[in-house]
């Protein structure tokens, strides 16, 4: 009925959805197509920064991240696993190569956004206008001289509640019985067909039906988004894809047909091809992705008004009408082509009329853009910031969006009186599009598509799952426990938001941070931390296979739990995640099923408590003397501590899962909470009476009680226990998929006293807010894996063109400045070496004291920089700065020294002319390298 927009859902009457309860009304938040066209306006945007980021880059050899990557060793055809630690041996030489040099078209692409909003803004503006100006559009009174329809159209709006009437229009050249609204914000018009002027005369309800269609529109105030995003859309066509495609898909033509090289490096085309390619692929697929959620956008929006209008009094028969008229066919290439039409199909909206449960439900196409938006955004954003920001901004971004497509779907259900939202389907249309844009945008993702490792992706996906899951049965539990509330909790929305983009930024945070890594393989394990923990926690690792078996576990597990919860983001998304459905709980406890919940914790903490001894028992049965009770014999027993709350906690989360009926998750994470703080209590007692239980003697021969080391025992237990309810609620996510046990309900009037239930969980709540905040250490926090990892050697396959590269990319980075220093130094020292008194050996002190200092200058500036990212060259050049080191500070404490010592003096002499016969041996063959290599790239000189 019209092209127009919409923005607040409509509230629809009795005769369009079924019998409602006395519940809030759903159609109070903000619609769903509020939400898909901030989705779609971000997706835009970041397809816009990512595509000219890709146009405007400078070339290989103008980039100076680029320039510097290479010169540390870069190698675009090795494996990812040693790039990440080349990155880390080189981390800080890096950053001062990149630091010193102003990166200003690594802006260009952000400068090409703006312009585009700012064009984009421009066409919004003349939107309008130019609707206005097309021949044969008039105002209305040139169609209607006696005023009827405009009084008639006045009657309408007045029902529809719009109180700024729009400017009325006629367009004379449009005979379909049809409208449209458009305009800007302040200012809109309403344009009836010439048909529609026709029909009103025989055919009342079909003029009303589609004037209200409109007024709907403006009353869900969705024009003013909707035709910005429509010239956001049309200036990203003409601005973006059609430059993007016209230069990257051009060049990589015309490198590989015709040999000709539009910005792109000769020497390197055939490694650059995929990266190319992958491009354009990424290109397209942002592309496609923005067309067919423009599309949904634009049809689910007609449906809105489609059911405002009916609310507002139109005739549902005029659909009908229209869906018998026009009658097809189903079939799949039908269904393929409606996923791309901005309108939907005339038996869709009588569909929708008839059950509109669709328009509230949890959709496949938004979340998916929203999953691949996410992970785009914060990619790019943890490039640039923080990664832990980058995760609060599109972690944000994410749970306010899922949250309120959650809540109107529980509202809408709760106020039909049908089954609330799963979230299964939609957590996996989620987690698929988090995988897509981690594909797309990873920075371990490499040109071939495909990650080394993609079992990490899983992650995603499940979380996805759990945590749409999560935000679901949180607000069903919220309604069941406020039935008779009927305005809308809006504080409650807030509330869950807030909630959701805690437990959404930890995810996040940890996935940016460390996720990614795993897909490059064990990256712990690839980088020798097993070996680094024999050293570190020295011991009988090889002799007994009660070390020997959980070494790899420490190595790998245990490091990555532990460092994870030292992340304060990713703390407090894990205690969000039982904290916000316990105080849930605690608004309505006999509604909720608080009582079973509290005793099912309490239980399994009691369990947990007996896992911890087990676990205890068992480290005192092979335990060796107390002179060997080395540090690995403490790593083994935390191991095993961890080990065991983590079962305990899991496996409590579990069975209350598997065993309740209603809100399954948040009464199994409250349980595992509760049993986590028994377990840590219990323990507490355990380790301070240490020695005094004989099976379960560890640390201890003798009896004493130690509340001081068990605390301190206990603060290094936490961190990798934290992340336990993660885990958790995987667990009870999946359980809950389990048939629901049927129990025979206590009368109504059966009276229960709430207050100890409510105790154990109020103190539960406390105690794991002090306990967190008093273990978490801030100073501690925001470390990574790679900290303890030590560097491993350089890879000695990397093909010759490549290094040729390198080291080019080195003298260009640094290099040049260091060998042009210690040339003219050597020089210097050469020089004065020769001028020494051959009969006694003496020489100028004052000559030389200043070129001893600048030796020592010049060979610190080039020990800070990048070393030499070939492996002979780098061996000599080493050598030649370790060598000129040590002859410089031995140079200067000879001259600065009152004492005339003979024997010193001659080893002085002695270690600079070594130096300068070791400086002749390796500058000139660097130097003759450097210039050979610039023969490859005609663009870069050997100064």
């Known amino acids: 009925m019209s092209n127009g927009t919409e923005t607040t859902a409509p509230r629809p009457d009795s005769g369009t959805v079924p019998s409602a309860s006395a519940g809030s009304d759903p159609g109070a938040l903000p619609a769903g197509t509020t939400l898909r066209f901030l989705v779609l306006a971000v997706a835009m945007v970041v397809a816009t920064v990512a595509m000219l980021s890709s146009i405007l ?44 040099t102003e990166e200003v078209p690594r802006w260009y692409g952000l400068a090409g956004t703006g312009a585009v909003l700012l064009a984009a803004g421009g066409l919004y503006l003349l939107i309008p206008r130019r609707k206005r100006s097309q021949p044969g559009v008039e105002p209305l009174h040139t169609g209607d001289p006696q005023g009827e329809v405009r009084a008639e159209v006045v009657a309408l709006a007045e029902r529809a509640g719009v109180r700024s009437l729009p400017d009325l229009v006629v367009d004379l050249s449009a005979l379909d019985p049809g409208a449209v609204v458009y305009g800007r914000a302040g200012r809109r018009t309403l344009c009836l067909n010439n048909g529609l002027l026709h029909t009103r005369r025989v055919n009342t309800a079909r003029f009303e039906a589609v004037v209200l269609h409109e007024l709907a529109h403006i009353r869900n105030r969705d024009v003013d988004i909707a035709y910005a995003v429509t010239a956001l859309w049309r200036v990203f066509l003409a601005l973006v894809v059609v430059p993007y495609t016209l230069l990257i898909g051009g060049s990589l033509v015309a490198a590989q047909f015709f040999g000709v090289f539009w910005g792109a490096d000769e020497v390197f085309w055939p490694a650059g091809r995929p990266t190319t390619i992958k491009a354009i692929g990424v290109a397209a697929f942002l592309f496609l992705l923005v067309v067919l959620a423009r599309a949904d956008t634009l049809r689910h929006r007609e449906l809105y008004a489609d059911l405002g209008a009916v609310a507002l009094g139109a005739d549902p028969a005029v659909w009908q009408a229209q869906s018998e008229g026009r009658a097809q066919g189903r079939s799949a290439l039908r269904a393929v082509a409606a996923l791309w039409r901005s309108h939907p199909s005339w038996s869709e909206r009588r569909r929708s009329l008839h059950n509109p449960a669709g ?162 393989g064990n990256f712990l394990k690839a980088g020798g931390l097993s070996e680094l923990a024999r050293q570190m926690f020295p011991g009988p690792w090889n002799s007994l296979p009660q070390y020997e078996s959980v070494l790899p576990w420490i190595g790998s597990v245990l490091i990555n739990l532990a460092v994870a919860g030292t992340y304060l983001t990713t703390v407090a998304g894990a205690v969000v995640l039982w904290a916000y459905p316990a105080l849930l709980l605690l608004r309505r406890p006999r509604t909720a099923g608080l009582r079973s919940t509290v005793l099912a914790g309490l239980a399994g903490g009691v369990v947990g408590v007996a896992v911890v001894a087990a676990a205890m028992a068992y480290m ?19 191991w095993w501590r961890t080990v065991a709350l983590w079962a305990g906690v899991v496996g409590t989360a579990a069975v209350v899962a598997a065993t309740t009926r209603t809100h399954r998750l948040p009464r199994a994470l409250t349980a595992a909470a509760i049993a986590h703080i028994g377990m840590v209590a219990g323990y507490f007692v355990l380790q301070a009476a240490d020695g005094c239980v004989g099976p379960l003697r560890v640390m201890a021969n003798t009896c004493h009680w130690l509340p001081g080391t068990s605390w301190i025992l206990t603060e290094i237990l936490i961190p990798p226990v934290t992340p336990v309810f993660f885990g958790a609620a995987l667990a009870a996510t999946v359980m809950s998929q389990w048939p629901r046990t049927e129990r025979t309900s206590l009368p109504a009037d059966t009276v229960r006293p709430s207050w100890p239930d409510r105790a154990v969980v109020a103190v539960t709540v406390v105690a794991g807010l002090v306990l967190t905040a008093a273990v978490v250490d801030p100073q501690r926090a925001g470390g990574s894996p790679f900290s303890a990892v030590p560097v491993r050697a350089e890879p000695v396959d990397t093909d010759d063109k490549v290094r040729d590269f390198q080291l080019l990319a080195w003298y260009k980075a640094g290099g040049q400045e260091d060998l042009v220093a210690l040339s003219g130094r050597y020089l210097e020292l050469a020089t004065w070496v020769q001028n020494l008194n051959t009969d006694n050996g003496t020489g100028d002190a004052d000559t030389l004291r200043p070129v001893c200092n600048g030796l020592a200058r010049d060979t610190a500036t080039a020990r800070r920089h990048l070393r030499v990212p070939d492996p002979d060259l780098d061996q000599k050049w080493s050598t030649l700065l370790n060598r000129g080191k040590s002859a410089a500070a031995e140079c200067k404490a000879v001259l600065n020294s009152p004492e005339n010592d003979v024997d010193r003096n001659t080893e002085m002499l002695k270690q600079l002319y070594e130096a300068v016969k070791h400086a002749e041996a390796t500058l000139p063959p660097l130097a003759e390298r450097v210039s050979a290599t610039a023969k490859r790239w005609p663009q870069w000189t050997a100064d």
Request: hydrophobic share 50%; glycine share 8%; net charge negative.
């Open 57 to 100: 880059r400078p070339l290989p050899y103008e980039d100076v991240a680029t320039v510097c990557q290479f010169a540390a060793g870069y190698d675009p055809g090795g494996k990812l696993i040693d790039e990440l630690f080349r990155d880390q041996a080189q981390e800080d030489a890096v950053r001062a190569c990149v630091e010193k």
């Open 620 to 638: 005192h049965s092979w335990r060796p003397a107390l002179e060997e009770r080395t540090l690995a014999f403490q790593a083994v027993y935390l």
């Open 359 to 520: 328009l509230f439900a949890l959709t496949d196409v938004p979340l998916f853009l929203l999953g691949v938006v996410t992970l785009v955004t914060g990619n790019s954003l943890s490039a640039v910031w923080d990664s832990g920001v980058a995760a609060w901004v599109v972690g944000a971004l994410a749970a306010c969006v899922v949250t309120v497509a959650v809540w109107r779907a529980a509202l809408y259900a709760a106020h039909n009186r049908t089954a609330g939202p799963r979230g299964i389907r939609a957590g996996l249309a989620l987690g698929f599009g988090l995988v897509c844009g981690e594909l797309l945008s990873g920075p371990t993702a490499a040109p071939d598509w495909t990650p080394e490792h993609a079992e990490p992706l899983l992650v995603l996906l499940l979380g996805s799952v759990v945590y749409i899951t999560w935000l679901a049965q949180c607000a069903q539990l919220h309604l069941r426990t406020m039935p008779g509330e009927r305005a809308v909790p809006r504080r409650a929305v807030l509330a869950a938001a807030a909630a959701g983009s805690v437990v959404a930024a930890g995810g996040l945070n940890w996935w940016l941070r460390d996720g990614q890594l795993w897909m490059t």
